[in-house]
């Protein structure tokens, strides 16, 4: 068998590369196989996290304003933060920046998580009506289920469960 | 005092290659953000109003409720440590390199086994990280979920019904959690695979990086493999889905290396004993080569093509050829080369009897 690469000298390395679980087999002559000694995998310098952020953010404030200076813009009612200097940073200066500059923030998580909506972890003590409305989301499945194997029984249960909670909801957090 | 005992010992319990899949996933990381209520994140804190959130921490990890759930939590401040001793913190990876910068301002939380870690206005007032020998993500955030509820009865957090913890970063916002994995992946690397095999990973929501690169090369055939979304899925998800993507690659590793075992054993064996024999022999040693050599007598340990030297050994070494560990040791400033011939000895030592 002749080299695959050269097509001149003899093939000794034969090499097994896996491609998605298929096996493939290359051969090679020895000068061949040392020039195509394995390299390290090269990564793609990372991108300075912030700037980048910074950028995108950039486009979801003010658009054309690029030199925008770090004391402009709206600032948070609650930590004095100016926009110009969230676009500068990339980093919201505390937790009610998220509300306050919403209509920016929104669209940038979306596009960053393609979502709006925290499923997870809910804490249990600060968590108050987030925490009810995430039991009441499981016990909804719950119920779901409980109806499509007709076990009507548990049914009724869940609904008085839900009902409860929802109840205690509406009075204001706490179960 | 832990933290002395932290930063002069360079064991710890990741590096014990007793969790599952220890033999291509060396460790696992589960780090959340936290910020506490009403107080601005920690780049717009001044030194005092920092001062306070270290206080309201150290408050909190001293609960005696939390230390019989969590065990026993003590935080140090890092203008505690000298510079060495801060390196070492970092390469030991129970803090990030960003905790050294303005470490005046900054805390770290330890458990004894350095397998809860706490960071201190890093970006976020509260980094709580779980660091496991191999594939343990689940058990990992199992931890870091009790620590978590510990905490919470005595702050509050910065929590939005939308969208979640808070985060100063829009990255991190919604479960604040990034999980991770370190594998070591030579066999992939010999047979040219990872590119394609890491740039699949980008399109599945995770990232993977080289650890330890110097920017661009990845050093000793190790990535770490993570999520990159934290908004609109819960814990368990993010978890399930990495711990699922983590395993395939695993496979592929395996697959790799059986391949190789049974068409290219001579390559191999010949790497991994030149590879030891430079590690009992050399006089200068920089810590790039070293890594590249761990990582071919690793590849080897586990392929059985050589035996008696434990896996343990290896990943301590990891962090005991750093240059902040070498200066530590040696108790003096060093050059680069006279580390390198200081790190040749170290290993020559190491591997007399092996
Ligand atoms: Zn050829
Ligand atoms: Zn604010």
Known sequence: MLCERCGQRPATVHMTEIINGHKSETHLCEVCAREIQPQGFGFVPQIHLHNFLAGLLNHELGGEQHDQAETTGNRCEKCGVPEGQILKQGLLG??????FFEDKVLPLLRRIH??????????????????????????????????SREDFEQAAQLRDQIHQLEKSMNEGGEV | MPLKKTVNDSHSRWMDADGPESGIAISSRVRVARNLAGIPFPHLLNNAKAEDVIHAVRLAVEDKELAKQAGVLELSLLSALSPVERQILVDKHLISPDLIDNFERKAVVLRDDEVISIMVNEEDHLRIQCLLSGLQLNEAWDLINQVDDGLEKTMDYAFSEQLGYLTACPTNVGTGMRASVML???????????????NAIGKVGLTARGLFGEGTEALGDLYQISNQITLGQTEEEIISNLTAIVRQIISQEKATREALYKDRRDFVEDRVYRAYGILKNAHILSSEEAMRLFSELRLGIEMNLLSGI?????????????????IKVAGREMSAHQRDVFRAELIRNEFKEL
């Open chain 1, 94 to 99: 505390c937790g009610d920046c998220y509300p």
């Open chain 1, 114 to 147: 393609g979502s709006t909506r925290h499923t997870g972890k809910v804490p249990e003590r600060t968590g108050g009506r987030a925490r009810l409305a995430k039991e009441i989301g499981i016990l909804k499945n719950h119920l779901k289920e409980a109806v």
């Open chain 2, 184 to 198: 070591h992946l030579p066999g992939l690397g010999l047979v040219k695979q990872l590119r394609g095999v890491l």
């Open chain 2, 310 to 326: 434990p896996a343990k050994l290896l990943n301590e070494l990891m962090v005991r050829i750093r240059p902040a560990y070498l």
